[in-house]
């Protein structure tokens, strides 16, 4: 059996070929609908005789061009790259750039949004917009082909690519570094196949599932209630919610059954009532992206009685770790579980040794989920994916390798595992990871600051929220207000501050660099 992640798709379009696929507003697709589409789309993309592996970039919300894209690309043999709908045009150039995408999927507003950025992107060699009625309509000013949606997937060239097996590239998911722009989490086809299995074994998914989509596909985790749904047949409703209330209205009016979510997120749907009805229908929900507070968890308890709820931990590098079964989470709720199915958790100390139970370090993941790597940057791929001690190697090969996290937890004389704390800067907020650099770097821009430091401070709904401590030499008494509208149009929204201090200097360390800690320590109890 290959593990190509395109045949969850074609395989359930021969197995339920009327089953509904897709629910996006008032569309409904079957799954042979769906694998036709997603066929014509491969076409368009072999007609341009590109290299296997070659790029595509997704830049639009949760709609069923989307996810055609996603699976015609596969199909065709191409990588897919999920950009996130809410990220501004310098990061998409980024994004564009650092992985040599060839083909750009997206629409005629957010097009307009990148016109004078598309210049850097060289490799770029066409653009397909999905509401593009008339080729005349495009913008003369880009160089780069656009083309509309209808004129790229009707071709009559082939999608057959027979050539493709399971450790190509599938997928490169940008995540934010503790220092520096995004980097490209590179993903095989076997990578996603087998993580598709691993979470639909635990959350027990079958074709009866109708499973409520709210967060982006650019987040592994989001992209995951895709794959989960098509391994088991099936169907996912495509939601981008603009109110909490929204989300809510949604699970009462299709019937929905699974729910992933991220700790905001629950903590603003249950402030909210709830109708009755959900309770007969909602079987599972789960949360990653960070710890669920245990207010929150006892507000959805009450409100949802008959439902199970996955406590949940994962890395984009590793795509998803451990999980808490649902009958552990009123006997040890603060845990992270223990491993996934196909999955092996270690925790390491600094020499090298695995932890004893109520010792701290670092968890590493081994097992097929492993990600390949960071795309073109063999530095930091040598950082965090790297072979498991010797002790721990049981005469494995020392080619495998494991990935380290980067966390810090322990494990208790059960092996269930908790959360300490990240060993590195990152910023963990509303469940995305955030590089402190890349919010200092868009501050320093700015004329009126002169340095700037960025913080994940401990805030009980965000997990972390952002804390920005600057020196200027403007005494302005609107310095801070500019500073937030400046930042507004540089960053999406979940990078932006909570708070912004002014100070005359900052603190600095022996070897001159910032006292992060001193800072943190000052700031630590600002939200509480």
């Known amino acids: ?50 290299p296997k592996g070659s790029r595509v970039g997704v830049f639009l ?39 040599d995408i060839s083909i750009l999927v997206t629409s005629q507003a957010r097009l307009k ?19 593009l009625n008339s080729e005349n309509e495009s913008d003369d000013t880009l160089t780069t082909e656009v083309v509309s949606w209808y004129a790229f ?58 499973i409520l989509a709210v967060l982006p596909f650019s987040f592994d985790y989001g992209f995951s209630q895709l794959t989960t749904a098509m391994l088991r047949g099936a169907t996912v409703i495509l ?39 959900i309770k007969s229908h909602l079987r599972y929900i789960t949360n990653s992206g960070g710890a669920m507070p245990q207010t929150t968890l006892a507000l959805l308890q009450d409100k949802l009685p008959n439902t199970d709820i996955y406590l949940m931990y994962g890395l984009t590098e590793a795509f998803r770790s451990t ?31 695995e932890c004893e139970p109520g010792e701290e370090g670092e968890l590493v993941h081994r097992g097929p989920l492993v990600a390949q790597g960071y795309w073109n940057d063999p530095e930091k791929t040598a950082q965090r994916y790297k072979p498991l001690p010797p002790s721990l190697s049981d005469g494995r090969t020392v080619t495998e390798l494991a990935v380290w996290s980067g966390d810090a937890v322990i494990k208790d004389e059960e092996g269930y595992l908790y959360f300490v704390s990240r060993t590195d800067e990152m910023i963990k907020t509303s469940g995305y990871r955030v590089s402190p650099t890349e919010i200092e770097e868009s501050l320093l821009q700015l004329n009126s600051i002169s340095e700037a430091v960025a913080l994940g401070i401990p805030h009980p709904e965000l ?12 005494k302005d ?34 070897n001159g660099k910032f006292d992060r800690k001193k800072l943190y320590l000052d700031l630590e109890d600002t939200f509480k």
Not at 333 to 338: I, L, V, Y
């Open 61 to 99: 919300p949760k709609q069923i061009e989307t996810v055609t894209a996603f699976f015609g690309t596969l199909k065709a043999g191409g990588c897919i790259v999920p950009i996130n709908p809410v990220l501004k045009a310098a990061q998409i150039q980024h994004i564009l750039c650092d992985c």
């Open 1 to 50: 059996m290959q593990y190509l992640l395109h045949s969850l798709l074609t395989n359930q379009a021969q197995k339920r070929p009327d089953k509904i696929a897709l629910e996006s507003k008032k569309d409904k697709l079957s799954y042979k609908e769906l694998d036709a589409y997603t066929s014509a789309f491969a076409g368009g993309y072999n007609k341009m005789q590109l």
């Open 239 to 277: 939601l981008d919610y603009l109110l909490p209330k929204d989300v809510v209205k949604t699970l009462e009016k299709t019937q929905a059954t699974g729910l992933a979510g991220v700790p905001p997120l629950w903590m603003q749907i249950t402030k909210l009532a709830w109708p009755e009805t």
């Open 477 to 510: 008494d609107n310095l801070v207000k500019d500073i937030l509208a400046n930042l507004k149009k540089q960053l999406p929204p979940y990078m932006l501050p909570q708070k912004i201090f002014v100070h005359d200097t900052l603190p600095r360390n022996a």
């Open 113 to 131: 949004q990148l016109t004078n950025h598309l210049p850097a992107c060289k490799a770029l060699q066409k653009i397909v917009v999905i509401d």
């Open 153 to 210: 997937t009707q071709v009559n060239t082939s999608y057959e690519t027979d050539n493709i097996i399971e450790s190509d590239l599938a997928a490169i998911f940008y995540t934010s570094g503790s220092t520096g722009k995004p980097k490209g989490v590179v993903l095989t086809h076997h990578n996603m196949y087998v993580g598709a299995e691993s979470v639909a074994k635990y959350l027990k998914n079958s074709e009866n599932d109708r």
């Open 463 to 474: 997990g972390q929220a952002i804390v920005v401590t600057v020196t200027s030499p403007d």
């Open 323 to 353: 999980y808490l079964p649902p009958e552990q989470v009123n006997i040890r709720p603060t845990s992270m579980g223990k491993a996934i199915p196909n999955a092996e958790i270690f925790v390491i100390n600094s020499n090298n040794e």
